[in-house]
C-alpha cells in the first residue's frame, strides 16, 4: 500500500451489491476490505480480483457481532492508522405475513442491518476520524419510505438506517466524516433472481411501475455509492440517496399517451 492510498472496509461484500462496490473502489486505487458472514464467499470473489494484487483482502465479519466486527475493524485500522471509507451493506431478507413472523426472526433481520450499520460504524468511528476527510456510505432501500406487504422487518430496518444516517451526519461532521445513505429500488442480484423465479416478484408488474421500465444491475448502485464515498460529493452529508429508475416518484395512474397526443 502506498501513503497515499485510501483504504475502504465493505460489509456483505462476498455477492452483490457490496462486492460490485468493492470492485469499484478497487478499481479507482483504493484498499478494500471485503467482509462477509461467509468467508468463504469473500474469498471467493477477492480471487476474481487478481488485477489488483496486494490490495484487496477477504474478512469474515458477522456484523451481529461486537466480538467480529471489533476485531476486524481493529485489524484494518490498526494497520493503517486510518480507515477512508466504511460501506455498510450487510443485509438479510425475510418474507413473511406480519401476524406470523416469528419475533426471532423479526430481531434477526433488525439486528442484520441496523444493528450492524450501528456496530461498524460505532468500532471505525476513531479509524474515520483519524482519516480527516472519510465518508460512511449506509444501504436503505425504497422500502425505508414505502410500504411493502409481508416485509415488515425489513422496512422497519431501512426506515431506522435513514434516520441513523441522519442522525450521525449531524453529530460526526465535526470529526471530518460524511454519513450518507443510498435507496435503492429492485436491483439484478441473486436474492432478486430467486424472487422472480418463485414467482413472489413479477418483472411484467415492476415494469409498469418503474418509470425507467426496467431493473437495476449492481453496477449502476455501486456508482452511486461511490460517488457518497468520495470527494465527488465532499459536501454532502446527511441524505439518502434514491436510485431507483424512478419507482418511488413515478404515479403514472394509467395511459398518458392519448392526452399527450
Not at 414505502?146 to 449531524?170: H, N, V, W
Request: charge should be negative; charged fraction near 20%; glycine fraction near 10%.
Amino acid at each position: 500500500m502506498s501513503a497515499h492510498q485510501r483504504v475502504a472496509l465493505v460489509t456483505g461484500a462476498g455477492r452483490g451489491i457490496g462486492a460490485t462496490v468493492g470492485a469499484r473502489l478497487l478499481g479507482s486505487g483504493f484498499e478494500v476490505h471485503f467482509t462477509d458472514a461467509d468467508e468463504g464467499r469473500a474469498t471467493a470473489h477477492v480471487a476474481t480480483l487478481r488485477e489488483y494484487p496486494g490490495s484487496a483482502f477477504a474478512w469474515r465479519m458477522d456484523v451481529t457481532s461486537d466480538t467480529d466486527v471489533g476485531s476486524v475493524v481493529v485489524a484494518v485500522g490498526t494497520r493503517h492508522g486510518r480507515i477512508d471509507v466504511l460501506v455498510n451493506n450487510a443485509g438479510i431478507i425475510n418474507q413473511c405475513p406480519t401476524q406470523d413472523i416469528p419475533t426471532s426472526d423479526w430481531n434477526e433481520l433488525i439486528d442484520v442491518h441496523l444493528g450492524g450499520t450501528f456496530r461498524c460504524s460505532r468500532a471505525a468511528f476513531p479509524f474515520l476520524s483519524a482519516a480527516g476527510r472519510s465518508a460512511i456510505v449506509n444501504v436503505s432501500s425504497i422500502a425505508g419510505r414505502m410500504g411493502m406487504p409481508i416485509r415488515a422487518s425489513y422496512c422497519a430496518a431501512k426506515a431506522a438506517i435513514e434516520g441513523f444516517t441522519r442522525s450521525l451526519a449531524a453529530e460526526w461532521a465535526e470529526f471530518g466524516i460524511r454519513v450518507n445513505a443510498v435507496a435503492p429500488g429492485y436491483v439484478r442480484t441473486d436474492l432478486i433472481q430467486k424472487d422472480l423465479a418463485n414467482g413472489l416478484v413479477s418483472e411484467h408488474e415492476l415494469a409498469t411501475r418503474i418509470s425507467m421500465k426496467r431493473l437495476a444491475d449492481p453496477s449502476e448502485i455501486a456508482e452511486s455509492m461511490f460517488f457518497l464515498a468520495t470527494e465527488a460529493s465532499s459536501y454532502i452529508t446527511g441524505q439518502v440517496l434514491h436510485v431507483d429508475g424512478g419507482l418511488s416518484i413515478d404515479f403514472n395512474p394509467g395511459n398518458i399517451r392519448r392526452i399527450a397526443q
